[in-house]
């Protein structure tokens, strides 16, 4: 189900390129994620908290950086957590084939716990060594 974005409602992006105001997030690139393939999407999110997971494990060197995004087109859910993982979308969690503009960064945000960012950095390896790959329609 394709969604615009509500007037309120603040949507991030977490990474870690190094970005400013009015740059574009476009497919294209390699993910970030699993192999590493040219993404066909690009993903976004209304909670604060899984923009910090992207952020926090974003392949590169350097920091990882939380950007204020505002979609270019429509956007839906990302079927990679929602259906199965997290029915309803609690996370907030959504794809787009179209740019984002950045319009801001959050500066002041807080990473996980090290216990916690390394149990999930375990589980991303434990998938990738059974050759499970994220959704990409």
Known sequence: ???STEASETLYH????NLKDGDLIEPGFNSNY???NKARFVYLTATLDAAT???????GEGPGRIYI?????LFEDDPNLTDK???GNPTR??????PLRVIGEVV????HPPEQLNAMKDHLEKLKQQGIEAIED
């Open 1 to 3: 189900m394709d969604k």
């Open 14 to 17: 977490g990474t870690k390129a």
């Open 34 to 36: 699993g192999q590493r």
């Open 53 to 59: 997971w992207g952020a926090e494990l974003a392949a």
């Open 69 to 73: 995004v505002e979609p270019t087109g």
């Open 85 to 87: 993982k997290f029915p």
């Open 93 to 98: 969690s959504y794809r787009t084939k179209n």
């Open 108 to 111: 002041d945000w807080k990473g």
